[in-house]
């Protein structure tokens, strides 16, 4: 059984991890045995949400780290944070799962990379959409053949931020400091998703990034990349905090083969369809029941449940991890690329 510290305990946690955490300990697989916040607030909620003694509540995770009884830490604060936690739980040979970005830059990466292999402890990044129903049907879909071979994948993750996020002194998401913005934060998903059922991975990227609504945050708001994969194939991912309205689907994904496309909606409540052959409709797949994909958590429409699921029964065989290090910081490596090809006006090469 796994005995998890949580190092952050804020929104995702609260909404999101409880529903992996909560099946995770009914079923004796884990423990959630201590926090660290340096919110009260949050450290209460989260501290009654898994039922963590008050005495292993702490506001400054290094005392986590030296005093309560943890094998693992799941690290879910904000990105600029990552690299000192990540390699604070390495030197205490704690084995690590981390949100999203695994760091702001590549030099925090490898820092990171070199801490996790000089103290030999598991690492992995939660990369939870691909394990979410929708995009494992997609990936079925996709191997099944009918849509012949992926020739253009598209993601697109358009939002309308809350006014907090106007400022960047009112929510990290929003500042430099804390390494927010929309490329980041809002377009990392769709980059690994649409890399994984493109299925050849992302070597050069154009891009274009700008702060268009929110003059007075020093983050971009909208990110436009396109993608060429190692074998040519083309890609694009768009992100962008002001552009939702009535009807809109926020996040979406599509792939076109050379015989038909996938469309995936995940706020649609049939996320997967498909058409093919000279078709001009959408035919809803039900992925569960076609192939061969098995049944979800309830509730658990991201994918955090299953992700966490995978982590902690890796860690229990001792490895390999879901999502790689490696994996973690190529889908950082994309995005230096974008901010380069971005600020240089011109395609860049990512980095390997
Ligand atoms: N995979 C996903 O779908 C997904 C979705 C949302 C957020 N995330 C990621 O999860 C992480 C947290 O996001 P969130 O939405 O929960 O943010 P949040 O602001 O709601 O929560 C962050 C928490 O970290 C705490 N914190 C800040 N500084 C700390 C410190 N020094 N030590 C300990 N705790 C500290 C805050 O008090 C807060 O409770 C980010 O990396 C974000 O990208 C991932």
Do not use: C
Not at 20 to 48: H, K
Not at 85 to 104: H, N, R, Y
Not at 305 to 327: D, F, H, K, N, S
Request: net charge negative; no cysteine; proline share 4%.
């Amino acid at each position: 059984m796994r005995r998890i510290g949580l190092i952050g305990g804020g929104g995702i946690v609260q909404r999101t991890h409880a529903i992996g955490y909560q099946a995770l300990v009914a079923e004796g697989l884990a423990e959630i045995a201590a926090l660290a916040d340096v919110s009260e607030q949050n450290r209460a909620a989260a501290g009654q949400l898994f039922g963590i003694p008050e005495n292993q509540r702490y506001a400054d995770y290094r005392e986590m780290l030296s005093h309560a009884p943890i094998d693992t830490v799941a690290i879910a604060t904000p990105h600029a944070l990552h690299v000192e936690q990540a390699v604070a739980a390495a030197q205490a040979g704690k084995a690590i799962i981390s949100e999203k970005p695994m760091a702001v830059t590549l030099d925090e990466a490898d820092a990171i990379l070199a801490a996790v292999e000089r103290h030999r402890v598991p690492y992995t990044v939660v990369h939870n959409l691909l394990f979410s129903q929708p995009v494992l049907g997609a990936a079925a879909l996709l191997a099944e053949g009918s849509l012949g071979q992926p020739l253009l994948g598209h993601g697109q993750m358009l939002g309308n931020k809350p006014v907090e996020m106007t400022r960047s002194d009112l929510d990290w998401r929003a500042s430099k400091k804390m390494g927010g913005g929309a490329l980041i934060d809002s377009s990392y998903h769709e980059i690994y998703t649409v890399e994984s059922l493109m299925g050849s991975p992302v070597r050069w990227v154009e891009a274009r990034l700008a702060t268009l609504k929110f003059p007075a945050i020093d983050v971009d708001d909208t990110a436009l990349m396109t993608f060429e994969h190692d074998d040519g194939r083309l890609s694009t991912v768009h992100a962008a905090w002001h552009t939702r309205g009535p009807a809109h689907r926020g996040r979406w994904v599509w792939i076109n083969g050379a015989e038909g496309a996938l469309r995936l909606v995940y706020s649609d409540d049939a996320p997967l369809s498909r058409s093919v052959g000279k078709g001009n409709h959408w035919e809803t797949v039900d992925a569960a029941q076609l192939y061969d994909v098995r049944p979800g958590l309830a509730g658990d429409a991201t994918g955090h449940g299953a992700y966490l699921r995978a982590a902690v029964e890796a860690l229990e065989r001792g490895g390999p991890m879901p999502i790689t290090a490696a994996q973690a910081r190529h889908n950082l490596a994309i995005i230096e690329a974008a901010r380069q090809a971005s600020a240089q006006r011109r395609g860049m090469e990512v980095d390997t």
